[in-house]
């Protein structure tokens, strides 16, 4: 399930329902990614996300399918904010239920590495000193490559 929205979450709560698939689910993996300052002289205050509506909630499923195609995945549910953040807002809830946890963890890095490049949103922090988009990483780009190496 994808929920794209402005409101905060409760990462508990969504756990909570990632145990629901079934008797078999022997493994819960959950990340949830926060706004920081990003450690420069800028100040970060926080951040301004947007998306392209319905292309992002595609990308996602797809995300989602590969990710199902490649281990062994029950449920997934992606959350990402939009919008005004405050810095330690929430952002992102990316959880994966499986029968082992093997399977749990590499879906659940691989949907959040490739959420960082391949869906549509854009982001702009605003800092002390003003405000500016933010390109993608190449860290990012680089951890999403290494993934389609494996394939």
Not at 43 to 70: C, K, N, S, W
Request: overall charge negative; aromatic content about 8%.
């Amino acid at each position: 399930m994808i929920s794209i929205q402005t409101e905060d979450f409760c990462a508990g709560s969504e756990h909570q329902a990632l145990r629901g698939a079934g008797p078999g689910t022997g493994a819960i993996a959950t990340f949830t990614g926060l706004v920081r300052d990003s450690g420069d002289l800028s100040g970060v205050t926080g951040l301004f996300l947007e998306h392209y509506p319905g292309m992002t909630e595609q990308v996602i499923q797809g995300l989602i399918d590969e990710a199902g195609q490649r281990w062994d995945v029950q449920r997934a549910r992606v959350i990402h904010r939009i919008g005004p953040l405050a810095l330690s807002d929430q952002i992102v809830f990316v959880g994966v239920c499986s029968a082992h946890r093997g399977d749990a963890f590499a879906a659940c890095e691989f949907i959040m590495d490739a959420l960082k490049t391949s869906a549509p949103f854009w982001k702009k922090e605003i800092t002390r000193e003003g405000e500016h988009w933010v390109e993608q990483k190449e860290m990012d780009v680089a951890r999403t490559q290494s993934w389609n190496q494996e394939a």
